[in-house]
């Protein structure tokens, strides 16, 4: 017992699992989170568009959850979808239990404005810059959205399928040659 | 075993190696007469100072190109210059981003005249592969280039061979030409003062 003194055992703290956290959400979100799914074991769902702050400060600030860490943040764009033309994906991690999970936001391409992440998680600034740089997401509260990997002069955003994949200064590109 | 003198100094075929023709002139016991541009085109183009600007694969080519097996420094291009204010060529190979293109045209501004610059491959030549929102769509859009190498990447024989090109021009250039309307022209097209 003399070797044990040091470490702190949580024998009555169960490990967090999928359940629980879905469990807490729903607590406290109630029906509000939508879409639970669990691919490749990892916990999914979709949250309203202006939830995003309220949500991951629940998820920050819980003592059972613990999302301290955010891995990574983008958008994707569904241009068929009416209305929730653009996905924005934050993905989360528990460093204390190793457990992830991922949510969806949903926002019209004509209005993308969201909260920032950035005064919770100080990595979502350049992520949520390149967000803006390819997608058009406007981070309402970012201090500094301005490009951030392409360059200035960029006057549209190039990721968006809207855009045509080829570059228009191409010249020397002759169109039977390719099959067009 | 010992390298018998002769492979330095005789070609396969027994014959003295071939030394490069003098400049059209006049020969006499003790002189010989040319013109200015000869001489000066002669001693330029043998003792070119090239900057490498080398961003990928390319890159890699260039450094066999330097290497010993195909040693670029018999052109009389060993100085290889890291800084724009010193050399003579620059060497663009790889893939130039949009991005780049500004920082690769004050390298160029840099450059002290007489300047000469070599394109090589596909991407600095014309964006090669890349041809999408973030690549420039070949150098040509912001400096003035003297020789494409195409090739993707080229082999260093290629290289070499673009660079005997540069040493043509080179050694025919007027020396008047980097005074000339043309040549002012040419720079006014890419707002080079």
Known sequence: ?180 | MERPVRYNVKNEKGKAIQIAEPPEGYTGEGYFTTKLSNVVGLARKNSIWPLPFATSCCGIEFMATMGSHYDLARFGAERVGFSPRQCDLLMVMGTIAKKMGPVLRQVYLQMAEPRWVLSMGACASSGGIFDTYSVLQGIDQVIPVDVYIPGCPPRPEAVLDGFMKIQELVGKESIRRRNGEQYKQLMESYGIE
């Not at chain 1, 190793?98 to 969806?104: A, M, P, T």
């Not at chain 1, 404005?113 to 509260?141: C, K, P, Q």
């Open chain 1, 1 to 180: 017992m003399a070797g044990n003194r040091g470490l702190k055992v949580h024998s009555s703290e169960m490990a967090l699992t999928n359940e629980i956290i879905r469990e807490r959400l729903q607590a406290k979100f109630g029906d509000q989170l939508a879409n639970f799914e669990e691919p490749y074991g990892m916990l999914c769902f979709e949250a309203p568009k202006d939830m995003n702050l309220k949500l991951l400060q629940f998820l920050y600030d819980d003592v059972e959850l613990c999302f301290q860490f955010l891995t990574t943040l983008c958008a994707v764009h569904y241009p068929q979808q009416q209305g929730r033309e653009l996905a924005i994906v934050y993905h989360l991690h528990n460093l204390r239990d190793n457990i992830r999970i991922r949510f969806k936001i949903f926002t019209d391409i004509n209005s993308p404005d969201i909260f920032t992440a950035t005064n919770l998680y100080s990595a979502a600034n350049w992520m949520e810059r390149e967000t803006y740089d390819f997608y058009g997401v406007n981070f309402v509260g970012h201090p500094n959205l301005k490009r951030i990997l392409n360059v200035d002069e960029m006057d549209y955003f190039p990721m968006r399928k809207e855009y045509p994949l080829e570059e228009a200064t191409r010249i020397d590109k002759d169109d039977a040659m390719f099959g067009r």
